[in-house]
């Protein structure tokens, strides 16, 4: 599993990614005429999302604090890094016909884009930016608000939701996912406990 490779993303965030992502898809499918396959493949997939980051350099990757704005160049990298690393994939096991293989492309390619054309590495805005990608988007948003990082702990889960209550408002995120992602607190919580980081004391609590 080479989206394990590097300590840059634990193998509890990608389970917690891939769930959130599945039970925002799910919850989301029928108001926007979404199949199961298609719900599933959000599931398999969203792991991949943040590939490219084997290709970012140790002392950007793992840089305790903010990066400055030349590290964030390199950081924001990742995309591009990611999108090549996926066409390899694709090419070199022959799957450049299979439909669901879009899926996973635009998950990669398009999941830091906002609504609002605020995003990178492309800018999209509105309808450009794929389903798929906004699910993923709130997902990995969610997750790294509410987890622990080497420089931070995480917010509390209300804390975490009126932030992206803001950033739906702002026209940034899905407003549907992330009301998803609310209704859903439940089985959030439940995936959170379920796949916890090695570090102690960081899960976030509803409050």
């Known amino acids: 599993d080479f989206a394990n490779m590097r300590d ?29 396959e298609f ?5 398999l997939f969203a792991v991949l999302h943040d590939i490219g980051k084997i ?29 090549e690393l996926i066409e390899k994939i694709i090419a070199d096991l022959g ?15 398009c999941h830091h884009e906002y609504l609002d054309g605020s995003g990178y590495p492309r ?18 948003i969610f997750d790294a608000m509410t987890s622990y990082r080497h420089y931070t702990k995480g917010w509390v889960v209300s804390e975490a939701m009126g932030a992206l209550r803001d950033m739906a408002v702002q026209g940034k995120l899905d407003a549907s996912c992330v009301s998803a992602l609310e209704q859903h607190l439940d089985e959030i919580q439940a995936v959170a406990l379920r796949y916890q980081d090695d570090e102690p004391d960081i899960l976030a609590t509803v409050d």
């Open 95 to 109: 799957l450049g016909d299979v439909p669901d293989s879009s899926v996973m492309r635009n998950i990669v390619a």
């Open 55 to 83: 290709g970012i350099p140790d002392h950007v990757l793992l840089k305790r604090g903010p990066l400055d704005p030349s590290e964030r160049v390199v950081m924001e990298s990742h995309v591009v890094k990611g999108c």
């Open 123 to 140: 800018g999209l805005k509105g309808d450009e930016v794929p389903m798929e990608a906004r699910i993923v988007a709130v997902a990995d």
């Open 8 to 36: 840059f993303e634990t193998g509890a965030h990608l389970e917690r990614m891939a769930r959130y992502s599945r039970i925002i898809a799910h919850a989301v499918a029928p108001s926007h005429g979404l199949s199961d």
């Open 39 to 43: 719900v599933e493949n959000i599931g």
